[in-house]
């Protein structure tokens, strides 16, 4: 059985959809569905059984669960970056993520978990996903350092080497339709174009860089999911590996091809960041895939403009979900 938890949200349930896709459907879901549209995300999609994520953990501590676990792709987490409550990430994100590494390991199952490229801070230390460079890297908001404490803790354990970490850095597409703030630039731009016909973006704060030139990495879920799963069949490749595009790109560059997909002008307003956003703020990001490739990952990563088309046109206008 696959176990896949957040398998409602984003990339959890994009997740499923492919396995879908491969023919597994032996699978188990675990969320918290709450009172959003996330549930609908799972319309469409083949599993077994789904269980509260509250419920599951119990299980889990219990040592109950009522099935045999061969594998968990753990995507279960808080993923806002402005969570201000330090106690519930902590609980959220590494607590009980420590539950689930200690019950894969001990009963032999492949265990799958979604670490962050938030963990990186600033980029001062660079993107280099070896697992020395762990102890150097200073995240900038609370999440990232809960995801962090995680990696941390697999790595002095020595269960580094037992599993697999994966850093997604900012991944766009369809299903991120539920997640409000903490959706993609592109569903947000797509949003504000149709509504008004321009888009609204930070202004920059460093020299170093004009408006709209801050860059990213940006990933599609489709490839996304392909790195994910490569480490579904390949068991012999563990530790902490760059989930990414190796290609950084402007904003400046993603809002073009939303308007672009759209056939219509570039039309761009900079306003100004929140103060209590500037010092948290990441003006550069970007994966070194070298770790991955040498692992054997071969596929080739979808450009930008083209996932940005694909995801508009396919999805985002006849508002689709994967499944």
Known sequence: MIVVTGGAGFI???????????????????????RDEKWKNLSGLKFIDI??????????????????????IHMGACSSTTEHDADYLLQNNYHYSQDLAKY????????????????????????????????????????GYSKHLF??????????????????????????????????????????????????????????????????????????????LFFLNNRNKNGIYNVGTGNARTWNDLVSAVFNALNKNVNVEFIEMPEDVRGKYQYHTEANLNKLRNAGYEKEITSLEDGIEDYIKNYLISEKYLG
Not at 51 to 72: C, G, N
Not at 115 to 129: C, H, I, L, M
């Open 12 to 34: 959890g349930s994009a997740i499923v959809w492919r396995l879908n896709q491969l023919g597994e459907q032996e699978i188990v879901i675990v969320d918290e569905l709450g």
């Open 51 to 72: 269980y509260h994520k509250q419920e599951f953990i119990q299980l889990i501590i219990e040592d109950a669960v009522p099935f045999d676990i061969d594998v968990v």
């Open 104 to 143: 894969c390991i001990t009963h032999k199952a492949r265990f799958i978990y979604a670490s962050s490229a938030a963990t990186y801070g600033d980029g001062s230390n660079g993107y280099f996903d070896d697992h020395q460079s762990m102890q150097g890297l200073r995240p900038l908001n609370m999440y």
């Open 151 to 228: 990696d941390l803790w697999l790595h002095k354990t020595g269960m580094i080497e037992e599993v697999v970490g994966l850093k997604y850095f900012n991944v766009y597409g369809p299903n991120e339709y539920h997640k409000g703030e903490m959706r993609s630039v592109v569903h947000k731009a797509y949003e504000q174009i149709r509504d008004t016909g321009k888009v609204k973006l930070f202004k920059s704060y460093k020299d170093k860089y004009k408006d709209g030139e801050q860059v990213r990495d940006f990933i599609y879920i489709k490839d996304a999911v392909e790195m994910t």
